[in-house]
């Protein structure tokens, strides 16, 4: 690991330059534990995929002393098991004008539509950060048959709910925003409301399948919702 210092009031932790669970393990453990230690002057701490990044402020931290325990916090989080959650179960009505680059994901795979669903749907997932709009999770790995890359030119308006490939990576956009992921199908699930007792549907470190449903179902969902 390495520490590198990000302005004035920031300080991120480096560990392996890898994409890697157990790496991501320690990442979560980390944040966690300096959040646990109450460290004088720490106002946040955001953990990513290998890294975490700790905000604090400059008047009210002694630096030496923070580097000294976030490098000792590290040494302790060197051997931490990757947690076995109970799997969230996601709905989506995959194809269609829910997902409308179904067909190309398909095409890349050298696969039908169904077979791509099957794959997707098939897995489970780890949501390895939070990021990009309240409530997006990075989830990974996707299996790389259908591992399609992003747009080179991002739609201007993704719809909430939409169901996304980009790479190894799989996500649901929680609100509408401009985004460049192969959208394959949408969810009538919420992955940030802020009307809810918990507004994250996902924290770092859990698991998520995707189970595929019916138009008939997700419109009842919908409606519902």
Known sequence: MRLVQAGDACVVVELE??????????AIALADAVRSAAIRGVRDVVPTYRTVAVYFDPLRTNHAELEARLHSEARRCEDVAIEDRQPVTVPVCYGGDLGPDLP????????SADHVVAIHSGSTYRVFMLGFVPGFAYLGVVDPWIAAPRHATPRVRVPAGSVGIAGLQTGIYPAETPGGWQLIGRTPVKPFDVNRPEPFLFKPGDRVRFSAIERAEYDRMVRSA
């Open 17 to 26: 330059a890898r994409i890697d669970p157990v790496v991501n393990a320690r």
């Open 104 to 111: 190309a994901v398909a095409a890349f795979a050298g696969l």
